[in-house]
């Protein structure tokens, strides 16, 4: 039996969760896959270091036996990757409330789901790494059109710092992975709803869709295989970060608004200190 780490992986029946536990079994770990599609998953690999399965992550009984399944399997998990998700473009005013709650209820509340149901496996051995996969979209909300998007991973990043400090007594790390554009599907229609009802005004945002869809879909600069060692490079570190950010258009956004909020709170700062007693 390997005495490398076992991972459990979610969405990971295509894009940058493929090629993430395509790189991890090529390097003799062991991998659990999970996706509503197992027949996607079984076409990955059929080594004994590979166990492919079922799992609705917005469905808490499915993440449980999911993971119970692997430790029965590999013997326990160290390593959980949540990358099952998906893009909803549109204004805010254009999506309608189950379009939006039903982005929230896989990116934000299926993340929470499987948190939850590792977390006493990674308590009882006083050891584990939580990857959060987020989105360079959940640090900068400046994309028209993605509003909503967004807003679960700007809460997918809350929920993380959080929970980092809170695990980091018991031994357990949390990191918060936020790419930006690399070259997956994850632009194409399998994976970015667009709204049932669109606004002929929001003429800015059927256009950032349709660059987004048509322009930049499949001419992302980002790589998801060098993605995915940047994982298994993190996973090994004795101190990870909690904040990773991946893609040279990431770190330059990441400054781009570090350096506007520095500029407009310098310039409100007599308005910010003053409402004090």
Not at 100 to 128: D, H, M, W
Not at 165 to 170: C, D, Q, R, S, Y
């Amino acid at each position: 039996m390997s005495n490398k780490k076992v991972w459990f992986v979610t969405g990971a029946s295509k894009g940058l969760g493929r090629d993430l536990v395509k790189k991890l079994l090529a390097g003799g770990y062991r991998v659990a896959a999970t996706s509503r599609n197992i027949d996607e998953l079984r076409k990955i690999a059929t080594d004994d270091n590979f166990l492919p399965l079922t799992m609705q992550v917005n469905d808490e009984s499915s993440v449980a036996k999911a993971l119970a399944d692997t430790v029965v399997r590999f013997g326990r998990v160290d390593v959980v990757v949540n990358n099952a998700g998906y893009g909803l473009g549109g204004g805010l005013e254009e999506l309608s409330d189950s379009e939006a709650r039903g982005n929230f209820e896989i990116n934000v509340f299926g993340t929470l789901n499987v948190i939850r149901k590792v977390l006493p496996y990674f308590r009882a051995q006083k050891s584990g790494h939580i990857f959060n996969v987020s989105s360079i979209a959940g640090f900068t909300g400046s994309f028209p059109g993605f509003g909503i998007y967004c807003a679960t991973k700007f809460a997918v990043d809350g929920l993380s710092e959080s929970l980092a400090t809170e695990v980091k007594p018991l031994g357990v790390h949390v990191t918060i992975v936020s790419p930006g554009y690399f070259r997956t599907d994850f632009l194409s229609s399998g994976s970015l709803v667009v709204p049932a009802k669109p606004i002929a005004d929001y003429a800015l945002v059927r256009e950032q869709l349709s660059r987004h869809q048509n322009e930049i879909n499949h001419n992302q600069a980002g790589d998801p295989e060098k993605a995915a060692a940047a994982f298994i490079q993190v996973s090994e570190a004795e101190n990870p970060p909690v904040h990773l950010f991946l893609g040279e258009d990431a770190y330059n956004m990441v400054y781009a608004k570090i350096d506007a909020i520095k500029e407009e709170v310098e310039a409100w700062k007599a308005t910010t200190v003053g409402t004090g007693y």
